[in-house]
């Protein structure tokens, strides 16, 4: 460490005589000025967008700065309990915009941008995606941290500094290609490196007894290879209220004595190359959304983040507290985002016996009231277990502390369950078998004072089924907290015209108090104020329009209507389905079969994990009938169809706010709850939908004659399992059995027939899981709703205004209300 604390050193030179920086446009041109010739060393002859980019950043930065030190000081002061949100994802995207909206300098930096000649939105353009994360999960925790900040609770987020976030999705020739996503070659302007808090971490090694001073038998680890975690803090600035939180994401590095051996016998070069294996840990992000078993570097991350975010933790209660745990838990909350930083239940363990000479009882009692764990799955295959060999090997004290959790657990179910061996079996955080398994979930459940899942329905199924047994043993552990977005970024920062349109109409109290949006229910009735909504979400679907011709090369008239399913690449999503029913589109038109047609652009766009065969073969079948439908003169403008590539925050950011019908269209009881389908709802999409997740709470607020409801329900999908014939489905069908046809016959695959057998066969299985036969006609009757629906414009923007009305709910500034009073229990720290 090269950088010493001087917490008790006394200030050389007084900090709070600073003079304050501006907030007018001239203020922000000066900024950008000086930064341009100082920070940058640029001068007359380099104006490049890049440089204008960083220039204008640095000059926002400057004004988070500030807020950022005084709410540190202040949360020192308050002194109070804190919550910290530990996750191996945050899906940031970009920054810029988001900071000056919530420091209320939007209108200034347009005038400066102006003054200076230069064009904000190809600034904006300039800054790459933070896609440190795969998805909803991601996404949920960036979301969260800013509702978080808005509402001054003293929250931290704790994750992984990846080097290369999510990949870039490419498409070649129909299919998808990854590239490496180095999004800080450029510099990261948001962030501050803080190597004065650096941490070590262990791995491998070997435990062994001692006697301490005292001469009680302790445990330690010994023989370990550390690794260096080194903190960089990004700025999370609340809305226009002073307060600017944190988001600290480790870097990993090798310790300077790295392989002392080698270096001893004389091999410089081998040994400083052997620092790869420290700094790969924080290389890249696991593109996987559904766990990946087995992954040794994957462990390390996880246990990377678990380590050193909680001796952070630590670090600050020893330097005000000493060495009394006493109030830990009544001060501190760890929030677990899935299981995939669970392993921080045995390392607090670790460390407050093996380190601070906590009795097990003591430790355990503390443990298990700090550690809250929220569940986002409700696929069994998607529970995360890792073999116990694999554990024994790279963290060997831990896993003692997860063996013993696990028999004091085991004797607690024995105690309630007498001689019910085979229920300890069930609920064994220990699975047995040819590889043994430590199964995540149970650990987290076990070690937690909360379990929750994300919308109603989840939390529902879950405790009815994957977690039962917990939930027999534990009830009042359990709970629901119903997902959100945060309306900064997904309708103040993304929906301008929408913005100043409610603006005008209900004044600006929604930005902060989403359900103030209710006002907007009379306006839905005045013809004047419909013509003006109209207005905003056609200039959206113009500017998504130009994106789509120059990415895809497809002209999206913005008379048509804008139907939409942007999502990771899943086969529980069911993607197929909806291109099931756009190849029936396309064969009613070749059929003649148009009479009151409503034209249709539709837009398919997300990521398939690169190993997902079947998801990669999804996107090819999309990519194809594109190809077909636009380069069919008889289709013309009555059906557009493209592939989006490289779904991400800030595409999705164009596409919510232009999008009239949001696809959310999940076999019911397999989506936990999704979120793309609340920020299409604020955006004013009307939803068409199966009765999964979220999207039942979405048509309880909205009301049934505003959503599009079509399949099975999820008690109706469990009972047909064991008696689904699609084929028998599919032959009743005239519509299903030509689109079948179309497929079969290698319509989609002119030069490689035969190419999507795979994905017919899996139509056609009685064992498929998704039952995407069963909701076809349903869904195809559900789009001719929607269809028609359309074409009243009047009655469509009626709903489209009630979806945007009645989306209060679904702010995270709410949910994170919930986790408030129910589970952190949290002060605000008002400022100023
Ligand atoms: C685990 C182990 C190894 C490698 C990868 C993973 C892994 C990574 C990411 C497993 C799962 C994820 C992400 C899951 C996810 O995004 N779930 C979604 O969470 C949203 C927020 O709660 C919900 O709205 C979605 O319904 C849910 O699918």
């Avoid at 976030?165 to 290609?177: E, H, N, T, V």
């Avoid at 600006?508 to 905003?536: D, N």
């Avoid at 139509?763 to 195809?780: C, E, H």
Wanted: aromatic share 10%; proline share 3%.
């Amino acid at each position: 460490m090269t950088t010493k604390s001087t917490k008790n050193a006394t200030p050389k030179y007084d900090i709070t005589n600073v003079p304050p920086v501006g907030a007018t446009s001239y203020d922000l041109v000066n900024g950008i000025q000086r930064h341009f010739v100082r920070t940058l060393g640029q001068d007359n002859r380099s104006h490049s967008s890049h440089y204008n980019y960083q220039a204008l950043a640095f000059t926002i930065r400057d004004r988070l700065m500030e807020c950022w030190k005084d709410s540190r000081e202040a949360s020192c002061e308050a002194d109070g309990r804190r919550a910290y949100y530990l996750s191996l994802e945050f899906l940031m995207g970009r920054a810029m915009g988001n900071a000056m909206l919530n420091l209320g300098l939007d209108e200034q930096a347009e005038q400066a941008m102006h003054d200076l000649g230069i064009d904000l939105e190809e600034m904006i353009d300039e800054e790459h995606d933070a896609g440190l994360g795969n998805g909803g999960l991601g996404r949920l925790a960036a979301c969260f941290v800013d509702s978080c900040a808005t509402l001054q609770l003293p929250v931290t987020g704790y994750g992984i500094r990846y080097e290369y976030g999510m990949f870039r999705q490419l498409i070649k020739d129909g299919a998808q290609a990854e590239e490496p996503d180095h999004w800080l070659r450029n510099g990261n302007i948001w962030e501050i490196a803080r190597p004065e808090y650096e941490q070590r971490i262990h791995f491998g090694g070997r435990t062994e007894q001692y006697r301490d001073d005292a001469g009680v038998l302790r445990c330690r680890w010994v023989d370990a290879n550390d690794v260096l975690a080194i903190p960089y803090d990004t700025p999370i600035p609340g809305y226009q209220n002073g307060t600017v939180n944190t988001l600290r994401l480790w870097k990993s590095a090798a310790t300077d004595e790295f392989d002392l051996g080698e270096f001893n016998a004389g091999s410089y070069p081998e040994s400083v190359a052997s620092k790869n294996e420290a700094e790969h840990i924080s290389m890249v992000l696991y593109p996987n959304d559904s766990s990946e078993n087995g992954k040794e570097l994957r462990l390390r991350q996880q246990y990377f983040l678990a380590s050193a975010s909680i001796k952070d933790v630590i670090r600050r209660w020893v330097e005000k507290n000493g060495n009394d745990f006493s109030q830990f838990a009544a001060k501190n909350c760890f929030q677990l985002n899935d299981t995939h930083p669970t392993v921080s239940v045995a390392e607090l363990m670790r460390i407050l016996m093996d380190e601070y000479h906590l009795e097990w009882d003591d430790a355990w009692e503390i443990t298990s009231k700090t550690m809250a764990y929220t569940n986002h799955t409700l696929l069994p295959e998607a529970l995360e277990r890792w073999p116990v060999y694999l554990f024994g090997r790279l963290l060997p004290r831990v896993l003692d502390i997860i063996y013993e959790i696990n028999a004091r657990f085991l004797t607690e179910v024995a105690k309630q369950w007498p001689g019910d061996v085979e229920r300890q079996r069930r609920m064994s955080i220990i699975e047995e078998g040819d590889v043994q398994q430590v199964r995540m979930a149970y650990l987290a459940i076990a070690g937690s004072y909360s379990v929750n899942g994300v919308a109603q329905l989840h939390s529902d199924l879950l405790v009815e089924g994957l977690f039962a047994d917990f939930y027999a043993m534990w009830p009042e552990k359990f709970n629901n907290k119903t997902n959100g977005v945060t309306q900064r970024r997904w309708m103040a920062m993304c929906n301008k015209p929408m913005s100043a349109l409610i603006n005008e109409t209900i004044g600006e109290g929604w930005v902060t108090k989403l359900s103030e949006l209710g006002q907007l229910a009379p306006y839905a009735e005045k013809a004047a104020f419909r013509k003006k909504w109209a207005a905003c979400k056609r200039q959206n679907k113009e500017r998504l329009a130009e994106v789509v011709e120059q990415v895809c090369g497809v002209r999206f008239s913005p008379d048509a209507m804008f139907d939409v399913q942007v999502k990771r690449i899943h086969e529980y999503k069911r993607q197929l389905l909806n291109v099931l029913h756009v190849i029936h589109l396309y064969d009613r038109i070749k059929r003649g079969d148009t009479a009151n047609w409503t034209n249709r652009c539709v837009l398919i766009g997300g990521k398939a994990a690169p190993g997902y065969y079947m998801a990669k073969q999804i996107i090819k079948l999309v990519s194809n009938v594109a190809e077909v439908v636009n380069n069919d003169p008889e289709v013309g403008d009555k059906l557009k169809v493209v592939f989006f590539p490289n779904y991400r925050v800030s595409a999705m950011e164009i596409i919510a706010p232009a999008t009239d019908l949001s696809e959310q269209i999940s076999t019911a009881g397999k989506e936990a709850s999704g979120t793309g389908n609340m920020k299409f709802m604020m955006n004013g999409a009307m939803t068409i939908g199966t009765l999964d997740g979220a999207n039942i709470e979405i048509r309880e607020e909205v009301g049934e004659e505003n959503f599009f409801l079509f399949g099975l329900t999820a008690e109706e999908v469990e009972a047909t399992r064991g008696h689904y014939d699609p084929s028998a489905i599919i032959a009743a069908d005239e519509d299903f059995k030509r689109v079948m046809e179309l497929l079969e016959c290698g319509h989609f695959s002119q030069f490689e027939p035969g190419l999507f057998s795979s994905i017919t066969h899996a139509i056609r299985g009685s064992d498929d899981p998704w039952l995407v036969a069963a909701d076809f006609r349903t869904y195809v009757d559900a789009q001719q709703r929607a269809a028609e629906a359309y074409q009243d414009q009047k009655s469509w923007l009626r709903m489209s205004i009630f979806n945007t009305t009645y989306s209060g709910k679904f702010s995270t500034d709410r949910t994170m209300e919930d986790y408030n009073r129910d589970i952190w229990k949290l002060e605000p720290i008002k400022l100023k």
